[in-house]
């Protein structure tokens, strides 16, 4: 699972994070990629980018629904449902992993990936996911250039 974070960094060049953002999205260009996301992330994707105090050049609304299209339709990259039992899960985890204010969008995106079966979330904000021993947490880094020459 790619956090919105790990989207809205590929999107932006000036993000000290991009250049390990931008390769992880890119990944979803490759049908055998095995990536995911939620709708949720979709929709916090639009929210950031459209927010002028939360990114460096803001995308119109029209332009953000469009950016929110060409993700949706990457052929590695899956868009999971949201399962019926969601509400339960998220209930369950916050009463195991106390929660306040907007962390119940961290547990909502933890619920619908157990719901799933997703255990490893590519995230920069790994302690928003510390208390979860359900699930991986995997903080995105640069790519280190092959070795192989073959693969250059």
């Known amino acids: 699972m790619l956090d919105t974070n790990v989207l809205v960094y590929a999107y932006y060049e000036d993000s000290p994070h991009y250049p390990a953002a931008a390769p992880l999205l890119d990944r979803a260009q490759n049908a ?15 929210s950031t980018i459209t927010n002028p105090r939360r990114v460096s050049n ?13 993700i949706r339709s990457l052929p590695g990259l899956t868009v999971l ?26 547990v909502h995106l933890v619920a619908t990936m157990l719901g799933n079966g997703v255990r490893k979330l590519h995230t ?25 020459p073959e693969e250059s």
């Open 124 to 148: 920069f904000n790994t302690g928003d996911f510390d208390d979860f021993d359900e699930i991986e947490v995997l903080l995105p880094t640069v790519p280190q250039p092959s070795a192989d």
């Open 32 to 46: 055998g990629a095995g990536l995911c996301i939620s709708p949720q992330v979709l929709t916090e994707f639009f």
């Open 58 to 70: 803001p995308f119109s609304p029209e332009d953000a629904l469009n950016e929110m299209e060409n």
């Open 81 to 106: 449902p949201v399962p019926l039992d969601v509400l339960d899960r998220l209930i369950a985890l916050s009463r195991a992993h106390p929660t306040r204010g907007s962390h119940i969008f961290d």
